[in-house]
């Protein structure tokens, strides 16, 4: 395959400069501590978990350079009343327009932008933030879910299982116009959307899918194929026309509950921890990511701290895989041996 010949050589590439020219990979940190795309309470503490595992720490032991932008504050708005059955629209449109401002600004300071959630509604945020400033993207979703329902299609108004069909060009004139959002206008087309993991898609998802032709790799084709097939076949197919840069958008139930207990809406059958990590690295041997979310750590829906502690030990090991981190190990490219 073309996509995967041209891999082997940009991966060639990147482990040689590893040992020769490294360029080192800067990392900007927001963390948007926000609950109201969805009704379960403790998502909001996520960002502040991750940071507590060793996230900074372990980047800059791969040489990052990395700046924490903090975490984001956000309106809170009292009277939200449903529109068009959605549930907390004015907070969500207002958070995501702070949260895409915020990106904005770290994509111009040149930092590769890690988003930490907080409820996936913040994608519509952090991918309109990230076009905004480096231009078309190529998105590619890892999660359970398909979140591409429309205000029109949802069965639970949650806007954690919309951002999508408020990002895509084909889907503008299904989505009514609502309050905080007339800021925000489409910024991907499904030709450049690809999503990997899914095992729980609503019927009006399944159909806005298959019409507008998106590229899915349900968990049943993971399966099928192997995950290494499966970021072959990505990368085929994104770069078809033009590589752009890639948003990975990663809600943490992708991964199966077994090893991801602690999050909102887990789904039996998921990713291995293997198969997980394979996709952040593939990606990153690409040279490609520009952006990443991780969401949907909810430590309250942890049963115990192990639960909760295996959650949040993958979302960073997910996170590492972005940034260069290898399973067969990694050493800083001025490291010598000491001398007796």
């Known amino acids: 395959m073309k996509g995967a010949r041209i891999l082997q050589q940009l991966a060639l590439t990147v482990k040689r400069s590893l040992h020769i020219h490294p360029l080192q990979r800067s990392v900007g940190i927001i963390g948007a501590p926000f609950s109201k795309g969805q009704s379960s309470g403790g998502v909001e503490s996520g960002p502040d978990r991750i940071r ?23 309106e809170d708005i009292v009277l939200d009343e449903p529109v068009w059955g959605s549930k907390s629209v004015r907070a969500v449109g207002s958070a995501n327009q702070r949260l895409s401002e915020a990106v904005q ?101 399944h159909y806005i899918l298959k019409l507008l032709g998106v590229k899915v790799f349900s968990i049943s084709q993971v399966d099928q194929l192997g995950v290494a ?15 752009k840069p890639i948003h990975l958008s990663y809600d943490i139930d992708a991964i199966d509950p077994s090893i991801t207990p602690a999050t909102g809406t887990p789904v039996v059958g998921g990713l291995t921890y293997r198969e997980g990590l394979y996709i952040t690295e593939h990606l990153c041997q690409t040279g490609l990511i520009s952006a990443v979310d991780l969401v949907e750590v909810n430590p309250l829906r942890g049963r115990t701290e192990d639960d909760v502690h295996s959650t949040v030990s993958m979302a960073v090991d997910l996170l590492l895989g972005c940034f260069g981190r290898l399973r067969e190990g990694n050493h800083l490219p001025d490291y010598s041996l000491p001398e007796p």
């Open 52 to 74: 507590a595992a060793g996230l900074l720490d372990r980047l800059h032991q791969l040489g990052c350079v990395v700046k924490d932008y903090g975490n984001l504050t956000f």
């Open 105 to 205: 600004a770290l994509k111009k300071d040149g930092h590769t932008a890690v988003m930490l959630g907080g409820d996936h509604s913040l994608a519509i945020g952090s991918i309109h933030g990230h076009a905004a400033a480096v231009g078309p993207l190529s998105v590619v979703w890892v999660d359970a879910h398909a979140d591409i329902n429309t205000p029109l299609t949802s069965s639970t108004g949650n806007l954690h299982g919309q951002p999508v069909s408020h990002l895509l060009y084909e889907l503008q004139s299904k989505v009514p116009a609502l309050p905080n959002f007339s800021w925000l206008k489409p910024c991907v087309s499904s030709r450049d959307l690809v999503y990997i993991g899914l095992r729980d898609v609503d019927p009006a998802e």
């Open 229 to 243: 097939r499966v970021m072959e076949e990505t990368c085929d197919y994104l770069w078809d026309r033009v590589k």
